[in-house]
């Protein structure tokens, strides 16, 4: 008979201490379909593990929904549910509610279950911007929403999205001769703004499954903390960006190390640096971000210029924000221009 006591604790996910330590039960298997070197596939099954056997899993269309479902097989070995692109936020929300309702009526035992809904970057950062900012307003209900980013709207063949990088070439930005880049925008900063603006979601944090052992103590966190929580990861796609599959590992390693995209948490606001963010915090040399940008086709037809303007911004995030990679207020500067202002 279904126990009666209500309880909306979360479980107690501590941090592996080390690769040795890892559990060795996997929830996300053989039986898909994604390209090899696929990181996006290796964050699934990474987040998965983290979370244990008592999780639900909401996915997004996108590459992580239709490679991982194709006809009759899949990979997920815990419950799995397609949302629709834009939805993983309502997913993550009316799952951890309907939850909750029924542990509440005694129609199911009351233990803690992970909800966990994932996006990529079209789905998340652009269609379902909105759905999950409003589900980390609503702090009594426990999930994550994981943003799996390949920087393109992969699965429909490489278009490009708002948090495509400047000047790459996807199947709406290719480089021409009269107009060498067409996509111009710089990417949308979606971890802190989501940080910056939902004080009352407790856990914000970025990783990269090139460090997969802190990309599932980052899972682990946010899973045990509760409430609404949400992860950015940067995943590097052979197809996407026109690489080599086996410079998936190595291309994670400098997206962090040139401090284009800086590793950090931020745990009922406080900002927390860590891995190899932190050591570049602390002063070591950035690795120059044309070791990154030019070992991948997307960005072949960059020029001495197109580089010189990429690290100027990447440069510009680390030495003019008021939270290095994180927040790109100027408060000083802001606070006495308001003051100025007539
Ligand atoms: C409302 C809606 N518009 C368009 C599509 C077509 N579509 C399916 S997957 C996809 C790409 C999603 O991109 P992203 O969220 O970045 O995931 P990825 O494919 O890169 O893994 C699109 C546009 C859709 N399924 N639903
Ligand atoms: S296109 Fe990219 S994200 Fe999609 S399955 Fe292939 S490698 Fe993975
Ligand atoms: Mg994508």
């Known amino acids: 008979m279904a126990e009666t006591t209500f309880s909306n604790a979360t479980q107690t996910l501590e ?104 996006c990529g970057d079209g789905g998340g950062a652009d269609m379902g911007l909105s759905a999950i900012s409003a589900t980390l307003t609503h702090k009594e209900y426990n999930s994550l929403i994981l943003l799996y980013d390949n920087e393109s709207y992969a699965n429909t063949d490489i278009q490009l999205s708002g948090l495509t990088p400047f000047g790459a070439h996807t199947t709406f930005s290719p480089p021409g001769t009269v107009k060498r880049i067409i996509h111009t925008r710089w990417k949308k900063n979606v971890a802190g703004m989501l940080a910056a603006g939902h004080p009352e979601c407790r856990y914000v944090a970025t990783v990269c499954a090139s460090y997969a052992v802190d990309m599932m103590n980052k899972v682990r966190r946010a899973l045990t903390i509760g409430g609404p929580t949400f992860i950015h990861s940067l995943d590097p796609c052979p197809k996407g960006w026109d690489y080599d599959p086996m410079l998936s590992h190595e291309l994670g390693e400098l997206a962090i190390e040139t401090g284009i995209f800086p590793l950090y948490e931020v745990e009922d606001g406080v900002v927390t640096y860590y891995g190899k963010t932190k050591a570049l915090v602390e002063g070591r040399p950035r690795k120059p971000v044309r070791e990154y940008l030019l070992k991948q086709g997307r960005f072949a037809h960059f020029t001495e210029e197109d580089l010189a303007y990429f690290q100027g911004k990447v440069d510009e995030q680390w030495q003019k924000w008021e939270i290095p990679g994180v927040v790109p207020f100027r408060r000083l500067d802001a606070a006495q221009a308001a003051l100025n202002v007539k």
């Open 15 to 118: 941090p592996f201490r080390g690769i040795k330590k890892v559990t060795l039960e996997e929830y996300f298997t053989s039986g898909h379909r994604t390209c090899q070197g696929c990181e996006s596939a290796l964050v699934m099954k990474l987040m998965v593990k983290a979370a244990g056997p008592r999780t639900i899993v909401l996915g997004s269309t996108g590459c992580m929904y239709v490679a991982n479902t194709t006809y009759y097989t899949t990979p997920w070995v815990v419950p799995w549910m397609h949302t629709q692109l834009g939805s993983s936020g309502s997913a993550a929300l009316g799952t951890a509610a309907g939850l909750k309702a029924l542990m509440r009526k005694g129609k199911m035992k009351a233990e803690p279950i992970n909800v966990i809904a994932f």
